[in-house]
């Protein structure tokens, strides 16, 4: 079954940076790409950006260019999503989510369980 | 970007009872519109894509539907595991952008 396995929560200090991990399984990586959404406590979901698995294409919000940067290893079938300048409003749980690989704009039918970062001094 | 308007925010009924929700697009997003069930400490889950569509395995009593600016989602007769906060997402264009969420309860 499809199955995307996220790496666990983190603690970082305000202008750190995280990188979090995102693991398929049950289906061929680069057939389809990888959203990443985060939802702060309370708040509803926030897309970021995404990655075509095939060929490495990204596009990111607006709101996290320059932020963000969303790479994949397709030999490990994983993506990663690198946040950089933390601060406090980061604190949030990151998702990442299965989209089709060659079209940004579609439903997201599979979902990681999610990492928490929490952004503290 | 699209600002999407859910209403209301929160809602408790009945088992058994018929449950609707309505989401609005700040533009028309055809029929590019999703739901999303999300319980307490989990993932979203899709259940509804392209306004009317019911994803695989979800149960007959959820629908929905709507067009342009204007989408609505319904529990037939409101179950017990349905409890969750349900969220309308368009994909019109990017960003995609989620509607504020409405919490389900039971009465």
């Known amino acids: 079954q499809v199955q995307l396995v996220q790496s666990g929560a983190d603690v970082k200090m305000p202008g750190a940076s995280v990188t979090m991990s995102c693991k398929a399984s049950?289906?061929?990586?680069?057939?389809?790409?990888i959203h990443w959404v985060r939802q702060a406590p309370g708040q509803r979901p926030e897309w970021m950006g995404w990655i075509n698995t095939g060929n490495g294409n990204t596009k990111y919000s607006q709101k996290f260019q320059g932020r963000v940067t969303i790479t994949r290893y397709t030999p490990a079938g994983t993506a990663f999503m690198e946040l950089s300048g933390l601060r406090s409003e980061d604190t949030a749980v990151y998702y990442c989510?299965?989209?089709?690989?060659?079209?940004?704009?579609?439903?997201?039918?599979?979902w990681g369980q999610g990492t928490l970062v929490t952004v503290s001094s | 970007d699209i600002q999407m308007t859910q209403s209301p925010s929160s809602l408790s009924s009945s088992v058994g009872d018929r449950v609707t929700i309505t989401c609005q697009a700040s533009?028309?997003?055809?029929?590019?519109l999703n739901w999303y069930q999300q319980k307490p400490g989990k993932a979203p889950k899709l259940v509804i894509s392209?306004?009317?569509n019911l994803e695989i395995g979800v149960p007959s009593r959820f629908s929905g539907s709507g067009s342009e600016t204007d989408f609505s989602f319904t529990i037939s007769s409101l179950q017990p595991d349905d409890i969750a906060t349900y969220y309308c997402q368009q994909y019109d264009s990017l960003p995609l952008t989620f509607g504020g969420g409405t919490k389900v309860e039971i009465k």
């Open positions: 989510a299965r989209g089709w690989r060659d079209i940004i704009v579609v439903p997201l039918d599979y």
């Open positions: 392209g306004a009317s």
């Open positions: 533009q028309d997003i055809s029929s590019y």
């Open positions: 049950g289906y061929t990586f680069s057939d389809y790409s």
